[in-house]
């Protein structure tokens, strides 16, 4: 790792925005760094969205949920792998470093999701938090719009699950036992590796395995249930923690487990293979070879029904390491089917319930 290497930042550039034809390049002269004014580090900016809807409905058969709802586009988590880096080239920022320093901030999600529980055209349906980036990400503590949006959830007893990696959603567990108590909610944590040398790189600014683990142990005891997503899995890099990951989990009371094989679409694929090569060179070139090998020798995929799964050797090796862990470690395996018949069009309460 270089000594300029940007500790706390998962990319360490702006890859180029493939929608805009006008490029900022640093002037060989006046931007040199000056020890008299040093390049500040960088900081985190949140700018105000107010879209007009807020319920995504994405048309895939590959993802596990209809409905979602992302209160923040833009992560500050700063994973090298996420997906959602290439959403962010919408909003004319990069993929790289804006996508985890620039936050979009939707201040009117709450309002939006109770106008859409109030049209009456709305079917109840189980609404996902972070089906793109994290509900719990560190601007959370500071807006507290996914709060507010499990607040509307159970005005409404309309059911939701979650998935974090931040033990931030600890500070909801009310919020989370009264939904849990009428089968409106599930919570599923994501865990890629319980290596920390490894998370700190891959996923800078969030909280250790061991602190999920706690988070998974303390919600279970709750009442809430929960699951696991060892996602995703990166051939040659996390893959071998596969069996030991579903064992924590199991033991801290997961009630399923699920995962993904990376793969790197977009402007992932620069921003990956530069993080790989600065922080594992030793192993970049197999971890490259072996991602290619899941996704028909490319480093990106498309394509339904692989895109998420992978094939090959890699893939299959994978798909069975995951299903014999689960099988030994969580073998009831099953998250609860949420409900919907509870669901009140208006903010009517039965006093008895």
């Not at 792998?81 to 909003?91: G, L």
Request: proline fraction near 6%; charged fraction near 25%; glycine fraction near 6%.
């Amino acid at each position: 790792m270089t000594n300029d290497y940007l500790k706390g930042r998962g990319a360490q550039f702006n890859v180029p925005n493939r929608f805009q034809a006008l490029r900022i390049e640093p002037d060989s002269e006046q931007d040199v760094p000056d020890d008299d004014f040093p390049e500040p580090a960088v900081k985190t900016q949140f700018y105000e969205d107010n879209p007009k809807q807020i319920v995504s409905r994405p048309n895939s058969p590959d993802i596990g949920f209809v409905a979602s709802v992302n209160p923040y586009m833009g992560c500050e988590h700063g994973c090298i792998y996420c997906y959602a880096r290439n959403s962010h080239e919408y909003w004319g920022f990069s993929a790289g470093l804006d996508f985890e320093s620039k936050i979009m901030v939707k201040k009117n999600a709450p309002a939006l999701l109770e106008k859409e529980f109030l049209s009456k055209n709305y079917q109840p349906e189980v609404i996902h938090l972070s089906g793109n980036t994290d509900c719990y990400q560190p601007a959370e503590r500071r807006f507290k719009l996914t709060r507010q949006l499990l607040e509307r959830c159970l005005m409404y007893r309309n059911p939701v699950s979650i998935l974090t990696k931040n033990a931030l959603v600890l500070r909801d567990k009310d919020i989370l036992q009264q939904l849990a108590a009428q089968n409106l909610v599930m919570v599923l944590i994501s865990i890629t590796t319980l290596d920390d040398r490894l998370r700190q790189a891959m996923e800078p600014r969030t909280v250790t395995a061991q602190r999920r683990l706690q988070v998974m142990a303390e919600l279970t005891k709750a009442g809430i249930p929960v699951g696991v997503m060892t996602a995703p899995i990166i051939p040659g890099l996390n893959d071998q923690e596969i069996p030991k990951l579903i064992e924590a989990a199991g033991k801290h009371g997961a009630r399923w487990a699920g995962y993904t094989i990376v793969r790197l679409n977009g402007a992932i694929e620069p921003l990956f293979e530069d993080w790989i090569r600065k922080n594992y060179p030793d192993r970049a070139d197999k971890v490259l070879s072996q991602i290619r090998e899941c996704h028909g020798g490319q480093l990106h995929d498309s394509r339904f029904g692989t895109r998420m799964s992978g094939e090959g050797r890699f893939a299959e090796q994978i798909r069975q390491l995951h299903h014999l862990a689960l099988k030994k470690y969580i073998p009831d395996h099953a998250l609860p089917k949420l409900d919907t018949s509870r669901f009140l069009r208006k903010r009517q309460f039965n006093l008895f319930d």
